[in-house]
């Protein structure tokens, strides 16, 4: 992955917009919060292979957090703190969020077949 180049990450997601997609969505610290104070809360949430059509996908931000709405017809796909990306050989937007050291905390990944 790399960081988010803005631009090349709106063409991407606009690419996507009107057909239908499979989604994953994922965050987390429960690995990490607890392990490291055990007076955190450990939160995540996970959805894998939700299809949806979008009409339309915005990415915002500056420096080293992105946020991504991607607008359906009955409400919205939303992630913060994204600040990695790539297309992977399967033509799959994938976005992710790390932390200073590299964990994962954010993952919004959008393609045309099933992960």
Known sequence: MKPIDINEVQQHIDEFAGKKVFIHLETTNGAYANHVNEKAYNVGAFIRNAQVT???????GAGTAYRVGLKTENGWVYAE??????????????????DREGRLMVALEISETAF
């Open 81 to 98: 703190g994204l600040n990695a990306w790539e297309l992977d050989d399967k033509n799959r937007l994938l976005m992710a969020g790390h």
């Open 54 to 60: 979008y009409e339309h996908g915005k990415i915002k």
